[in-house]
């Protein structure tokens, strides 16, 4: 069984960053970030493929958010810059064990526990 543990959501200020990290057990899986706002549906934020060459952004983060890894490390970064009020959400970490990146939640195999990100306006 695949676990992951993300880690470093908070509450900052809009305009501010945050790092969230996705420690994984096991093997090399394409790796993607989800978030859910209360009473929204789960949606995609970001996905890297296993090597880290190839990586998709949801519009509403592009050129704010990076996604990158540590393969030696087995774990999975989301730097978030330029926070928005509309960014509040619960953050998820989930892994996919194809092949390609997946931006739907069917893609994906594996989820954590989720880590609460509250932007302030």
């Known amino acids: 069984q695949v676990q992951l543990v993300e880690s470093g959501g908070g509450l900052v200020r809009a305009g501010g960053s945050l790092r969230l990290s996705c420690a994984a057990s096991g093997r090399t899986y394409v790796m993607g970030w989800f978030r859910q706002a209360p009473g929204q549906e789960r949606e995609v934020v970001a996905a890297?493929?296993?090597?880290?060459?190839?990586?998709y952004y949801a519009d509403s983060v592009k050129g704010r958010f990076t996604i990158s890894r540590d393969n030696a490390k087995n774990t999975v970064y989301l730097q978030m810059n330029s926070l928005k009020p509309e960014d509040t959400a619960v953050y998820y970490c989930?892994?996919?064990?194809?092949?390609?990146?997946?931006?739907?939640?069917?893609?994906?195999?594996?989820w954590g526990q989720g880590t609460q990100v509250t932007v302030s306006s």
């Open positions: 989930a892994a996919s064990a194809r092949t390609v990146i997946a931006a739907a939640k069917s893609g994906y195999d594996y």
């Open positions: 890297i493929s296993r090597s880290g060459g190839s990586t």
